[in-house]
């Protein structure tokens, strides 16, 4: 769950996490670590794709 401030401007907006332990992620982060997964997904299927048409040559 997203939770985004408006009663206080100076908070920044966090992802919360819900487990037996709630754990509160700044949004920043998440964004950090969402671009990090993006780039690793791209990489990974554009390998995949390289490596399927290496095979069929």
Do not use: K, N
């Not at 332990?21 to 920043?28: K, W």
């Not at 950090?32 to 399927?52: D, L, N, P, S």
């Amino acid at each position: 769950m997203a939770f985004v401030p408006d009663e206080d401007p100076s908070l920044e907006p966090t992802v919360h996490i819900h487990s037996h332990d709630e754990h509160v992620v700044p949004y920043e982060i998440m964004r950090w670590f969402m671009g990090a997964v993006a780039a690793q997904v791209e990489h990974c299927r554009a390998a995949m794709v390289e490596g399927v048409s290496d095979s069929v040559e």
